[in-house]
Every structure is written in C-alpha cells, then in structure tokens.
C-alpha cells in the first residue's frame, strides 16, 4: 500500500520559513517525478512545485519563484519544500504527491494531477 506522509507544518510568522517533507513508503518513487500542491480555505488544489525523478529538473509556480525550493533524496524516498519569506497568502493545506507514472518531466506534474498518489496534507498557517 503505497503512502506519502507529510509533515514540518505549523504556524510560523510573516517573513519566515517551514521546510516541509514527504515520506513515501510502500514503494519506490526513484524514476517518478513528485511534488506539491497547496489548498487555501474556499479554493481548488493548486500546484506548487515539482521536481524530477533524478532532482535534476524543477518547475515552480510563479508566485512561490525565488522563495520556494524543492528537492528530494531518492535514499530516503523523500521530497521537501523549503519555504522562505513566507507570505499570509501561503496558508494552506500543503499536499505531496507522487506521479504514477515514471520519468515524466515536472513540467506536466499539475497537467496529470487526476491520477497521482496523494498524501493527507499539512497544515501551513503564516501571521501577519
């Protein structure tokens, strides 16, 4: 049974940082892209952040550019996001998830989101 577990949540100030991980059990995830979604109270799910199988790619959405940085350690099979200059707009649930299919590049993460393995999320809350 395949499961991603996220945690590093809470609440931290305008300004500040969270680094968030994944871990993926129940299988590999080595040859398959990850990444992150976001959902505000009131909103639809949407993307984040994804990165390659190998690390050696990433896409961002454009307001998290410059502050957001994902990576993952295939040894741990585990994804993070670090998150600086944290915003009030940021609160959310924060979600991992896993494409199912393998070596496809980051770029298509949020095009293909239907069928990824999801985690229960994490909660992000920033002051103001």
């Known amino acids: 049974q395949v499961q991603l577990v996220e945690s590093g949540g809470g609440l931290v100030q305008a300004g500040g940082s969270l680094r968030l991980s994944c871990a993926a059990s129940?299988?590999?995830?080595?040859?398959?892209?990850m990444g992150w979604f976001l959902q505000a109270p009131g909103k639809d799910r949407e993307f984040v952040a994804a990165?390659?199988?190998?690390?050696?790619?990433?896409y961002y959405q454009d307001s998290v550019k410059g502050r957001f940085t994902i990576s993952r350690d295939n040894a741990k099979n585990t994804v993070y996001l670090q998150m600086n200059s944290l915003k009030p707009e940021d609160a959310a649930v924060y979600y991992c998830?896993?494409?199912?299919?393998?070596?496809?590049?980051?770029?298509?993460?949020?095009?293909?989101?239907?069928?990824?393995?999801w985690g229960q999320g994490t909660q992000v809350t920033v002051s103001s």
């Open positions: 990165i390659s199988w190998n690390g050696g790619s990433t």
């Open positions: 129940g299988r590999t995830f080595s040859t398959n892209a």
């Open positions: 998830a896993a494409d199912q299919a393998p070596l496809r590049q980051p770029i298509l993460f949020p095009v293909v989101a239907s069928t990824h393995y």
